[in-house]
């Protein structure tokens, strides 16, 4: 079995599209949840708020040529992962398109643009904005497939539309290519473009906040007065490689991936099972070959959404039989989708290798039916460990866990 190491990482989120203003939002509690006006005309859904991605500008060398095959969700996964390719020192690097790196990337659906294109079309006979690339914009793998076009990327490619586990799955599927030989070198994370349907879903599932007039409270994971998810939008990248590779170029090693496990719970596509949560992470444990006791901090997938929370916390609790802290960070975000797999492995990296952990925004209550963990809340917390959980559950019944190590 081969070692997997992250040598480059980086996203676009709300926060920001570097570490360092990341970082500085979080120290300062900011919050990327916004009123969208521009959804009032959507009459019969409550919900008018979001987590939006402002100032996304794109570099001279993106040409229409390179872009015409991308919406927004592309360009996102596409930018993010120049960006991680960049700090892994890779981005030039003519070994990347030779084969040797594969892409494993994810978004719940295309983009938006398009599938209006082709429902313009079914609607009213007619072609309108239909093109030769509306399918390319809109069909599920259009992330992985994008980001290999954009790199000249010739190695595997492994497409990953799983919903909210779709950021985690890429990561885990790019590490399970690298370990087991099929692969030196991966790019792999999630994307999500911000959509009005998608906030539709979750308002018809009475999920979706209304707190409409009071954007920067909520959503609230795990707060006895939370009422629900905001969507936002955003994309990680992490650039993965093989422990000896990484080394005899002289990379940075950011951390160690040591355990992955994925599993589906099998008897309900939207209801949370706590057995089957749990059951992912016994699989990351074995794959590791860690006892639960060696984790110091939880990355929770934390919706704000009553079950999901009050499961998932309950699960954790019991499955490390102790207050382990712990944190969601879609407060600061929104949930999103598709991309908050990966944006929370990058932050998780990040934080564990600083020594410190951003709270969960809006925690001020803890629900009481939800199991008693050391939820970091208020304000950073000054924390030293080894070993890092990230945790995402997603529709269908999906559930993943990833474990990271701090490189010594």
Known sequence: MKRVVVTGMAGITALGSDWATVEANLRANVSGIERMPDWDRFEEVNTRLGGPVKDFTLPAH?????????????????????????????????????GAMG????????????????????????????NATTYLRMMSHTTAVNVGLFFGLKGRVIPTCSACTSGSQGIGYAY???????????????????????????????????????????????DRDRDGLVIGEGAGSLV?????????????IYAEIVGYGCNSDGDHATHPNQETMG???????????????????????????EQGDIAESN????????????????????????????????????MMNRGWFAPTLNLHNLDPRCGELDFVTDTIRP????????????FGGINTALIFRRMP
Request: charged share 20%.
């Open 176 to 222: 399970e290519a690298i370990k087991y030989g099929m692969q030196p070198m991966m790019l792999a994370g999630g994307a999500e473009e911000l959509c009005p349907s998608e906030a539709a879903v979750f308002d018809a599932l009475f999920a979706a906040s209304v707190k409409n007039d009071a954007p920067k409270t909520t959503p609230a994971p795990f």
């Open 62 to 98: 993106y040409t229409r040529r390179k872009t015409r095959t991308m919406g927004r969700v592309s360009l996102l996964s596409v930018r993010a992962s120049e960006l991680a390719l960049e700090q892994a020192g890779l981005l030039d690097d003519p070994e990347i398109s030779s």
């Open 240 to 252: 993965l490689e093989e422990y000896e590779h990484a080394k005899a170029r002289g990379a940075r």
């Open 315 to 350: 699960m954790t609790r019991r499955y490390f039989n102790r207050a382990i802290p712990a944190a969601s960070w879609k407060g600061h975000l929104g949930h999103t989708l598709g991309a908050c797999g990966a944006i929370e492995s990058w932050w998780a990296i990040e």
């Open 383 to 394: 924390l030293e460990t080894e070993y890092v959980v990230n945790n995402n559950f997603a």
């Open 279 to 305: 059951g992912a992470m016994d699989r990351a444990f074995a794959d590791a070959g860690l006892s639960p006791d060696a984790i110091g901090f939880v990355s929770c997938h934390g919706t704000a959404t």
């Open 103 to 130: 892409v494993s990337y994810g978004s719940c659906t295309g983009s938006t643009d398009a599938i209006c294109e082709f429902g313009s079309l079914l609607m009213t006979g007619k072609h309108g904005k239909f």
